[in-house]
């Protein structure tokens, strides 16, 4: 959770513009999505039901829905085990935070 809030303390500080303070919001709306696929992939994973593709979540990961990911592996317990996942999920945050930081810092480099 500690991780969670502190990335959105820290996007509201670093966005230069209030133009940029979008960005803000976005993330929040795919952590929210993130964090629903995630449940729902849960339920369906005990139920018997129709899965999410690891793709789709990977996909909302690296939209900006690592956030939500990341505090629905820990509320759930969903996909904390397997290693692959993991190592994916951890690339799309490391990806999606490079471009994020390209995108707020480029016109300063």
Known sequence: MLVVVVFFAG????APAPEWRWFVG???LMSALSFS???????ASTRGGWRTSEARLHLVEL????????LAQRVFWH???KTSFQVVF?????VNLVALGWLIFADNL
């Open 90 to 94: 951890y690339l799309a945050v490391a």
């Open 79 to 81: 996909k904390t085990r």
């Open 37 to 43: 696929l995630y449940g729902l992939d849960k339920r």
């Open 26 to 28: 976005f993330y929040a």
């Open 63 to 70: 939209l900006g829905g690592w956030p939500g990911a990341l």
């Open 11 to 14: 996007l509201a500080i670093l």
